[in-house]
């Protein structure tokens, strides 16, 4: 990623305000250190967006125009940027205003945008993507990574939209008996899985080597929502290893210092590595020792734990 610092904001579509920012991709972790300053963009990403019809989306027509109605994003649950400084977003397409639901339509899952703020590209299957999509991020190879805080599943796509891998069964949940998604609580039996994951909110995709296997691509997923567990897998979707659970209640899996609260918010939202110290980092708004948002790390491996002041 080039020496400039930006963040992106502002009105998306109809639905929605003030939506994007700057989030954590791949290029970000070779940046040098510095506090860099920032200044609103106010004519990026450019406007309108295209329209019903436009790069695969259904055409239909306005019945007091004639013409094709506009996309409208919706909610934007998630922000990513790849080796060329594309910003990709991701929209859930829920037009939750009647004026919206009359004169435009939902907008493409995933867009991405070219640095100017034109529509690059425009892809995605809301049949097929997670439901609630939830998180985004682009990887050292430019694949896109979806999470779905609706749903069980993390997807791996390549830059053009191809699915790839899927970690998870869509509408099937980590939380046992009855494997439906939502919060697990003081269920003893979730939390467990090496298949399953349960309303995951983000993930990272480690560049570079495992520090068990040493391989590249390692995945580490925000396993929460509806889990309270940090979950890395594979690079080809192989269970490898976990920290967290839930404060209070013990299993053989994810029993570890780090733990969340049962409760809605006790789970990790938010996740990264530092790549200096190695330590992989989750945020969650309630962690079972306090009751504000604070990061749990363990080092690469998990056998460290450490939760900074």
Not at 43 to 56: C, N, Q, V
Not at 69 to 92: L, M, N, Q, Y
Request: proline share 7%; with cysteine.
């Amino acid at each position: 990623m080039r020496g400039k610092h930006y963040i992106y904001a502002g009105a998306v579509g109809l639905a929605v305000a003030a939506a994007l920012s700057l989030s954590v991709s791949q290029a970000d972790t070779r940046r040098a250190h510095g506090l860099p300053s920032f200044a609103v963009d106010g004519s990026w990403p450019k406007m309108p967006l295209p329209s019903a019809g436009d790069w695969g989306t259904p055409l239909v027509l306005s019945t007091s125009t004639g013409k094709p109605k506009p996309w409208s994003t919706g909610e934007v649950a998630g922000t990513c940027i790849d080796s060329r400084d594309h910003v990709f977003i991701v929209t859930r397409g829920n037009l939750v205003n009647s004026p919206e639901t009359l004169d435009s339509v939902p907008a493409a899952p995933v867009i991405e945008f070219d640095t100017a703020g034109n529509v690059a590209n425009a892809w995605g299957n809301r049949n097929v993507l997670p439901n609630g999509i939830h998180g985004c991020f682009v990887d050292y190879q430019d694949n896109v990574w979806i999470a779905g805080n609706g749903d069980g599943i993390v997807q791996k796509y390549s830059h053009n939209g191809t699915l790839l891998l899927q970690i998870g069964t869509r509408g099937v949940c980590d939380n046992p008996p009855g494997n439906a998604c939502g919060n697990s609580g003081a269920n003893p039996l979730a939390n467990q899985s090496k298949t399953l994951l349960n309303q995951p909110a983000n993930m990272y995709i480690d560049p570079d080597r495992d520090p068990v296997t040493g391989e590249r691509g390692s995945i580490y997923i925000a396993d929460g929502y509806g889990n309270h567990r940090v979950v890395v897998f594979s690079a080809t979707g192989t269970w490898l290893r976990q920290w967290g659970g839930v404060a209070g209640t013990m299993n053989h899996v994810t029993d570890s210092p780090g733990l969340f609260a049962s409760g809605d918010g006790g789970h990790p939202h938010c996740i990264t590595i530092a790549t200096t110290t190695w330590y992989t980092c989750a945020i969650a708004p309630t962690t079972a020792s306090r009751s504000s948002p604070r990061p749990v790390c363990c080092n690469g491996s998990f056998r460290s734990f450490r939760v900074p002041e």
